[in-house]
């Protein structure tokens, strides 16, 4: 009788020893099935424990730091919701400019992770500081809420509103933008302190009206700008000598638009520039960089084969650096949806000018934010950069660096019209925009290389097996998005009806 063909080309000494303990070895493996299966369960535990950790320490620093303030005990509890909102935001919303490029494969997960958590730390500490007026003061009317108690408990009950969605967001792995449901908290207790005529709804229409604004504008400059690599460099005779040419012009393109884009949204603490001179100050740094990377592309494509995967590896570098900036820009601009509300509650409990400009925020409401970020992007980011990265639709570094150009090239579009854009919808709507040119563009091949198979009618299962784009992703992050406002400001209505009952 033959041995059975996995255990025949294993030594005597091993087969013997299974033959001698066969009932042993079974139960061992059992026992390794069972510790593996338990360390995959606990896994999740160890970040829920480090934020519970953090959130406690921050309590308890605040709390120390703030002892001969008035309003220590307000003051402690805001500090720990607002460290519970700025985890939320690096568990969901980084996962937007570091997503492409993990998807891309242009860098490993742990790459992303610790270029994101220095460059969001870099962006909120060095040139997050500015808050031209407090969130509150764009939603809510000046002077509606004119107990300050109220104003603290409405800007502590958005806080928490916000967190708690942007958590269940992630569970759902939507990504969603932080400013809206910082924005929908606000609302939501601002109506339930003061009633309907506390909002300023002309800003609301225009928030509602980004909810279709960004995403399309993202989209289609994405788009555009991967026809403009097929049209120019991928489907050409020698894809090298193309390369050679217009990989530098785009590398100038992508470095002014972000010296552009920095200039407006991170670095107004270190100088104000309105959006002429920083279109200047971009050109400038458009210019240098390109003719500083001609000679490098040059270099760097030497003996490279004539064929795509050397365009990827000439992409990739351009889009590491992209994606490091975006998180420089995000952790500027976006450590206000975190902490904004809580720096309006240290003023509001020491000053009596409650819903006016709150200026630069303390060193120590940046920490929380920054911190918070990083803490968050670490422990629970990974799911969803492999969601917006991998999941809606496949990415190599030429889609992915479409999609980050387009993230930047939008809102500087959006600010030279006036627009209010959502970042989030603008680099998930990049995404959506590459995978359905894609779909378009290679149905459109089909048809041109042979009609009489295109004109067949194909069976619905196999349509929606030639789909690029992910249907069901696509359908779930719509509906996020279009509930994000009213669900956050339902919460935060219920928040503040239980924390006045609370406290009252």
Same mark, same amino acid.
């Given at each position: +009788?033959?041995?059975?063909r996995?255990?025949?080309?294993r030594p005597a000494s091993q087969?013997?020893?299974?033959?001698d303990w066969?009932?042993?070895?079974?139960?061992?493996?059992?026992?390794?099935?069972?510790e593996s299966?338990?360390?995959?369960t606990?896994?999740?535990l160890v970040?829920?424990?480090?934020s519970?950790?953090?959130?406690?320490?921050?309590?308890?620093i605040?709390?120390?730091?703030?002892?001969?303030?008035?309003g220590?005990?307000?003051?402690?509890?805001?500090?720990?919701?607002?460290a519970?909102m700025a985890?939320n935001?690096g568990?969901n919303d980084?996962?937007n400019?570091?997503?492409?490029?993990v998807?891309?494969? %242009?860098?490993?997960m742990?790459?992303?992770?610790?270029i994101a958590?220095?460059?969001?730390?870099?962006?909120a500490?060095?040139?997050?500081?500015?808050?031209?007026?407090?969130i509150s003061?764009?939603?809510i009317?000046q002077g509606?809420?004119t107990?300050s108690?109220?104003?603290?408990?409405?800007?502590m009950?958005?806080m928490l509103?916000?967190a708690?969605?942007?958590?269940?967001a992630t569970?759902l792995?939507a990504p969603?933008?932080?400013?809206?449901?910082?924005v929908g908290g606000?609302m939501?207790?601002?109506i339930?302190a003061?009633?309907f005529g506390?909002?300023?709804?002309s800003?609301?229409? %225009?928030?509602a009206?980004s909810?279709?604004?960004s995403?399309i504008?993202g989209?289609v400059?994405?788009? %555009?700008v991967?026809?403009?690599?097929?049209?120019?460099i991928?489907?050409?005779?020698?894809?090298?000598a193309?390369?050679?040419v217009?990989?530098?012009?785009?590398i100038?393109?992508?470095a002014?638009?972000?010296?552009c884009?920095l200039a407006?949204?991170?670095?107004?603490?270190?100088i104000?520039l309105?959006l002429h001179?920083?279109?200047?100050?971009?050109l400038?740094?458009g210019?240098?960089?390109?003719?500083?990377s001609?000679?490098?592309?040059?270099?760097?494509s030497?003996?490279m084969a004539?064929?795509?995967a050397s365009?990827?590896?000439?992409f990739?570098l351009?889009l590491?650096?992209s994606?490091g900036?975006l998180?420089f820009?995000h952790?500027a601009?976006?450590?206000?949806n975190a902490?904004?509300p809580?720096?309006?509650i240290?003023r509001?409990?020491?000053?009596?000018d409650r819903?006016?400009?709150?200026?630069?925020?303390?060193?120590?409401?940046?920490?929380?934010?920054a911190?918070?970020?990083s803490c968050?992007?670490i422990?629970?980011?990974?799911?969803?950069?492999?969601m917006v990265?991998s999941?809606?639709?496949?990415?190599?570094? +030429?889609?992915?660096?479409c999609?980050?150009l387009?993230?930047?090239?939008?809102?500087i579009?959006?600010?030279?019209?006036?627009?209010p854009?959502s970042?989030?919808?603008? %680099?998930?709507?990049?995404?959506f925009?590459?995978?359905?040119?894609?779909?378009?563009y290679?149905?459109?091949r089909?048809?041109h290389?042979?009609?009489?198979?295109?004109a067949?009618?194909?069976?619905?299962?196999?349509?929606?097996r030639?789909?690029?784009?992910r249907?069901?992703h696509?359908?779930t992050i719509i509906a996020a998005?279009l509930v994000?406002?009213?669900?956050?400001?339902?919460?935060?209505?219920?928040?503040?009806l239980?924390?006045?009952t609370?406290?009252?």
């Amino acid at each position: +009788m033959t041995e059975p063909r996995h255990r025949a080309g294993r030594p005597a000494s091993q087969r013997d020893s299974e033959q001698d303990w066969p009932t042993l070895d079974k139960d061992l493996g059992r026992l390794s099935l069972i510790e593996s299966a338990a360390i995959h369960t606990a896994r999740p535990l160890v970040g829920v424990g480090v934020s519970l950790l953090f959130i406690a320490i921050v309590t308890a620093i605040v709390a120390v730091a703030a002892g001969e303030l008035q309003g220590t005990l307000m003051i402690s509890i805001a500090a720990a919701f607002a460290a519970y909102m700025a985890l939320n935001v690096g568990a969901n919303d980084v996962a937007n400019n570091m997503g492409p490029a993990v998807g891309a494969n %242009a860098l490993s997960m742990a790459g992303a992770i610790a270029i994101a958590a220095l460059f969001e730390t870099a962006g909120a500490m060095l040139a997050g500081g500015e808050v031209v007026s407090t969130i509150s003061s764009r939603i809510i009317a000046q002077g509606e809420i004119t107990d300050s108690a109220h104003f603290v408990q409405a800007m502590m009950s958005a806080m928490l509103a916000a967190a708690i969605w942007i958590n269940a967001a992630t569970v759902l792995r939507a990504p969603v933008s932080t400013t809206h449901a910082v924005v929908g908290g606000v609302m939501g207790s601002g109506i339930a302190a003061a009633g309907f005529g506390t909002v300023n709804w002309s800003t609301m229409s %225009a928030i509602a009206a980004s909810w279709v604004i960004s995403p399309i504008m993202g989209g289609v400059i994405a788009a %555009a700008v991967l026809a403009f690599i097929k049209w120019k460099i991928m489907y050409v005779p020698d894809r090298i000598a193309a390369a050679r040419v217009w990989l530098p012009v785009l590398i100038g393109v992508m470095a002014g638009t972000f010296a552009c884009y920095l200039a407006l949204k991170g670095l107004r603490q270190v100088i104000d520039l309105d959006l002429h001179e920083a279109a200047l100050v971009g050109l400038a740094v458009g210019l240098l960089s390109w003719r500083l990377s001609v000679p490098l592309v040059r270099r760097q494509s030497q003996g490279m084969a004539n064929r795509n995967a050397s365009l990827k590896a000439l992409f990739r570098l351009p889009l590491v650096v992209s994606a490091g900036l975006l998180s420089f820009a995000h952790g500027a601009n976006d450590v206000a949806n975190a902490v904004g509300p809580l720096g309006a509650i240290v003023r509001a409990l020491q000053t009596e000018d409650r819903a006016t400009e709150l200026g630069v925020l303390p060193h120590w409401v940046l920490m929380i934010g920054a911190l918070g970020i990083s803490c968050g992007l670490i422990f629970f980011g990974p799911r969803m950069i492999r969601m917006v990265g991998s999941q809606i639709t496949k990415l190599n570094p +030429m889609r992915a660096y479409c999609v980050a150009l387009s993230a930047a090239l939008t809102v500087i579009l959006a600010s030279w019209l006036g627009l209010p854009v959502s970042s989030t919808h603008i %680099a998930v709507g990049g995404v959506f925009g590459v995978g359905f040119y894609r779909e378009w563009y290679v149905a459109r091949r089909a048809r041109h290389a042979d009609p009489k198979r295109a004109a067949k009618v194909l069976p619905p299962e196999e349509r929606q097996r030639r789909k690029l784009v992910r249907r069901s992703h696509f359908m779930t992050i719509i509906a996020a998005w279009l509930v994000t406002v009213p669900a956050s400001a339902l919460l935060s209505a219920l928040c503040f009806l239980l924390i006045t009952t609370l406290v009252g």
